[in-house]
């Protein structure tokens, strides 16, 4: 695996603002994500619900609807902005260059018609081919996604299958036109831990194996070990830190990442239970300079009033944090997240 | 060995009777031969995949559904032969968390009224001692009185499920069902509500039974554990008997599916099982794992299987573990499926 090699860059986010105008006023969902994302890679984007990782992959491929608006940045992918294409143009793109799926996949696929018919209807639509090619190679796609008796599951409709297979249609879809890139958001929430270790078995192959590049949208921090090549931790609508799955486990930089990988609880070790304490931020009313700093046990007064800025931490590693900076000089405990004052400060 | 049990369960039994046609019906058997014994003071967690039936054999226990056949005790009390008027009265002392906050709260009724509706249904306080109990009620799960006034969509997924938790010990109850009470709920959030709840059994001396899909939870908050698969308990014992020394190939394969926050133990050897959990009607007899086990043999077939001792307090519902096979062949066999994760 190389690392920052810029020749393999396949997508770059810069500066992504997307706002949802509400009545309650204005929601930063994303307010200036920046990261990069590889050929052949897969970045998983980390974040508790809330911190904008789904509005993020959704601006990519311009899917924000009313009242959200992607308000400035840039996705690159070579010299081209996706974000300054048109609707018609980006409807060459999505399915084609990008593929997305989703966590539901029973509702990301239409009730009312075989799965088989509506591979075939992608396919036909992309391609042009004839009805029957069509359905021929539905059943090859069923087929190479391992689903049992492909034949007759192509006039299966999605409720008489389960979720685990109705997302290996989805994959079989999204994966049919050898995309550049495929976003995931959460595609095995809700699955059993059986089958979702299935269902990451078939996406870690066909990316591997095609060269994809993919961005894996998920909260849990145990898929993202098992998976990924490379981490973007998201809070609050910031990318707060950023590096390859070795830097972030082994040498978590920010905060909240450090509390997000304490507050884990994990079946091969014991350790005391973790908590950040506090919740979310309102994302209307966002805290002022770090978001993290009401919740931060680290926090001092300069966290309150100023921004930090994305600071390198390593080779490829980044992080938004003062102290890592070298603005506060503190040291950063492990402990603390266990300290019963950190737990007792609450909500 | 294990205390005297506090909550005993015999043979539990759930049928539900579903519609296949205009006039066909069939019977699905969510729950089939469960027993399980829990000490006062202790918790039993219940895992499995979705389907299973562990949420049912809960809301059995509780009486809210009707079990079909089985005995059901709580202390002396035998639950399952309670006439109304006395599960009524019993149901003070027994009581359900649930796993969505927001769904199971009554979105017209401030946090106020939805913690004194309890105290109301069951208890003969008088206005002022419930107004007390539930500013008590309040501060014993870490909420503020200015909370009292509000709707529960104005207060954040981790308070909403301390509201539920709160009103599930406001008739100081002995046993507390947990559905699912952290899955809804962020992973820096989830720790706040188990750490409650577990500061809560030692004060109030709570009885537990722990549903949940998540074994990581499971392995951090329980005495003992229950592993279900297609209605049935698979294997039953102490948590370190079960985490440390996982006997059935369903146990095995549930274990190692679990994905483990570190890059380092990429690789591990996994246990697959080819398919998914079939459909809970018409279950042949056998061992319902039968079509999916790597290690099935004809006598699988046969009705059963019980569950075989591997320990006093260890229980394992595979023919593998019949006295007749050796050890070291079971182990074998266990250990030359398993496959290596790819990467």
Redesign the interface.
Known sequence: MDHGNSADVLLRVQDLRTYFYTYQGIVQAVNGAAFSIYRGEITGLVGESGSGKSVTALSILQLVGPPGKIIGGEVLVGERNLLALGQAEMQNIRGREISMIFQEPRLALNPVFPVGDQIARVLRLREGISKREARQRAIDMLRSVEIPDPERRVRAYPHELSGGMCQRVMIAMAMGANPKMLIADEPTTGLDVTVQALVLDLIRERVRSARTACLFITHDLGIVAELCDRIVIMYAGRVVEHGTVEDIFCSPCHPYTQGLIESTLRVDIEKPIATIPGVVPDAIRLPSGCAFHPRCPFAEALCREEEPAMVSAGDNHFARCHIVSNRISKKMRKEVWTSPVTLEAGE | MLAEAFVRVQHLRKDFQIRTGLFSRAILRAVDDVSLDIPKGTTLGLVG??GCGKTTVGRCILRLIEPTSGQIWLDDKEVSQLQSDELQRIRARMQMVFQDPGASLTPRMTIGALLREPLDLHTDLTAHQKETRVRELLQLV?LQPDHLKRYPHQV?G??QQRIGIARAIATYPDLVVLDEPTSAL???????I??LLMRLQEEMGLTYLFIS?????I??TCEQIAVMYLGRIAEIGRTDEI?NDPRHPYTR???S???????Q??GKM?L??P???PSAVNVPPGCPLYPRCPFHCDECLEPGPPLFPVSPTHKVACILLRSDHFPQEEAEILDSSLVA???
């Open positions: 995949e979705s870490g954040s981790g308070q962020d992973v820096s959030i989830r720790g706040q188990l750490k899909h998540d074994l990581s939870v392995k951090h985490f394969a549930l274990l599916a679990v994905p483990i926050p570190d890059p133990q990429r996994r697959k099982l398919g998914e959990v994760n790819q990467h």
